[in-house]
Structure formats: C-alpha cells, structure tokens
C-alpha cells in the first residue's frame, strides 16, 4: 500500500512538474509577486474556516458535553488533525484519531469516538449540498459543454449516494456490527468480545444522535455549509488580489470545483499535480488565463503546507505536555 501511495504521489509530482513548465516559471513568480504582502493576511484566513468547522463540532458534542476552553480546543484540534489528513493519502481519515486524542480526559472515550463518526458524516454531507448548489447554479447560467455538465452530475449524484450509504450503516450500528461480523469469521475473537461492548455504545449514541438531536443536526450542518462559503469568499479575494477579479458565480464553481478535486484525488498527498492540473484546465474552460489557475493553486498550497506545519506544532506541544503531566 506505501509504495502505492508512493507511485501515486510520484505520478502527481510529475504532473506538476509538466503544468509548471507548460505555464512557465516566470508567469507564475509573476502572478506570486502580484499578491506580495497580501499573502500573509490571506494565508491567516484558514482560520475562519477551521473555526467554523469547529463549532460544527461543538454542535454534535453538544450543550450536555461542555467544558472550559471547548471552542479553543476544538479549534486546535480541527487544525492539527487537518494537517494529517491533509498530508496522508487515507481519504481524510488519517487525522480524526488526532483529533480524538486532543480531547483525551476532557471527555469519555465513547462520546469522542461517536461525535467524530457523525461530524465527519455531517461535514461530507454539507460538503456534497455545497457542491450540489454550486454544479447546479452554475449548469444553470455558465456556458458549460454538455460533457462537462453530464461528467459534474454524475460525480456528484455518486458521492451523495455515499453518502446516504454510510448514514444508514451509521444509524444501523456499523462498529458493532463490523465487530460481530469478524467474530463469526474468527478473527481476533477475544479481542472482538473485549471492544465489542464499546463498540454497541457508540452506535447507540451515533444512532441516538440521528433520531432525536435534529436541532444539534442542523447547527452543525449550518456551520460546515459556512466553513464552505467561507472558502468561496477566499477564493474571490484571492483572485482580485492576484489581479484577476471574478463575479461571485464564478468564485463560486471555481471553489466548487476545487472541493471535487480534493475528493477525487485525496488518494493523492497533498493532491499534488492533480490540483494545479485540475485548475489549469478548469480556469481555461471559463475562458480565463490557465496561467492564474496554476497559481492560484499553488499560492493556496503553500498556503496549506503552512498550516500543515502549524498542525504538527500543535500536536507535538499537545504531546509533551501529556508527557510531562504524566510525570
């Protein structure tokens, strides 16, 4: 699986390499020193969005899981477990252990677990109406070639099936269930008979969760669709500060579009080459210069890597002082 990953990530690399050279160095230092100092209030922008997600959090926790410092801490651990999701090929997953672990002794192991399972679920599903609104007004008014069109609605029906999948294994019981499965397959059954009551405790409060917190449902909800908005309105100041300014309804499918190509590639570190490519060719399908594309991708790239080193700060302050107040 490593060396998948790492063929992957070499493939990506390549690309890069070849859209770099197909726009040309000098273009895109152009376009970089175009933003000059505007970078660094830019790149403090991911805050808006990491906090929003957040409190997207705190809506599943809940006012019955409070404690001091919550939002600040939820805020922490929304940036470092996005710096490892952000940097390991799993799907996005690779943080959400992180996560957790950044809320050890606050709260109880089961109520971690659970929240982290559904504000996932809620954030891809805010993820999917926010790239269903966006496809949709856009269909409706950009001149778009009809297998642009057909190509955006299948990815997008396809991810909401998912979606709706994972929703009904949720309310289903998928950790007992998993477990129970593996158990009759007589793998690890002492293991299984351990964690399997931990395992039936989540579900009941993921299932819980579903069926009766609908107002905490729809907060988070309503924060993960802002996170997103958020990230359409940095796109728009982005580009007018790079000298390229466009209307909201191009920000708009621009960012949309954006967000489908980190699904699609998250398979992909860092979806390296497939994010500057995937802008080369959408920027030139709108009729803008492709050139602006690539460096729009590339300064939200470094500005990633930026908070990617924040994250892991993050988590290795966390770890030593875990370390030293176990001492």
């Given at each position: 699986m490593k060396l998948l990953h790492l063929a992957f990530f070499v493939v990506g690399l390549a690309f890069l390499f070849l859209t770099i050279a197909n726009v040309?160095?000098?273009?895109?230092?152009?376009?970089?020193?175009?933003?000059?100092?505007?970078?660094?209030?830019?790149?403090a922008m991911n805050i808006l969005w990491y906090a929003a997600?957040?409190?997207?959090?705190?809506?599943?926790?809940?006012?019955?899981?409070?404690?001091?410092?919550?939002?600040?801490?939820l805020v922490q651990a929304q940036v470092a477990g996005e710096a490892i999701n952000n940097a390991t090929p799993l799907l996005n997953l690779g943080g959400e252990p992180v996560k957790g672990l950044l809320l050890k002794g606050l709260l109880?192991?089961?109520?971690?677990?659970?929240?982290?399972v559904v504000d996932n679920t809620i954030r891809y599903i805010a993820t999917i109406l926010f790239i269903a609104f966006g496809l949709a007004l856009s269909l409706a008014t950009l001149d778009l070639t009809w297998h642009v069109q057909l190509?955006?609605?299948?990815?997008?029906?396809?991810l909401a099936a998912l979606i709706g999948l994972a929703v009904v294994a949720q309310k289903?019981?998928?950790?007992?269930?998993?477990?129970?499965?593996?158990?009759?397959?007589?793998?690890?059954?002492?293991?299984?008979?351990?964690?399997?009551?931990?395992a039936q405790g989540i579900d009941d409060e993921i299932a819980i969760f579903y069926n009766s917190r609908r107002r905490d449902f729809a907060i988070s909800l309503a924060w993960h669709l802002a996170s997103r908005l958020i990230a359409t309105v940095d796109a728009a100041l982005l580009l007018y500060l790079l000298g390229y300014p466009v209307g909201a309804l191009h920000a708009l499918f621009i960012q949309t579009v954006s967000v489908l190509l980190n699904l699609v590639f998250s398979f992909i570190p860092l979806q390296v080459g497939a994010a500057e490519g995937g802008h080369y060719i959408?920027?030139?399908?709108?009729?803008?210069?492709?050139?602006?594309?690539?460096?729009?991708?590339?300064?939200?790239?470094?500005?990633?890597?930026?908070?990617?080193?924040g994250g892991l700060l993050i988590v290795l302050i966390m770890s030593r002082?875990?370390?030293a107040d176990a001492a």
């Open positions: 040309g160095c000098n273009t895109i230092i152009d376009g970089a020193l175009q933003l000059g100092l505007w970078f660094w209030p830019m790149a997600d957040a409190l997207g959090w705190a809506g599943v926790l809940g006012r019955d899981n409070r404690f001091a410092g919550r939002t600040l801490r109880d192991r089961k109520t971690i677990v659970s929240s982290l190509a955006l609605v299948c990815l997008v029906v396809a289903g019981g998928i950790f007992g269930t998993a477990l129970a499965i593996c158990g009759r397959l007589g793998v690890f059954p002492k293991a299984i008979d351990r964690h399997l009551p931990a959408l920027f030139q399908m709108l009729g803008m210069d492709p050139a602006v594309g690539v460096v729009f991708s590339l300064v939200r790239r470094v500005r990633g890597l930026l908070w990617i080193a002082r875990r370390l």
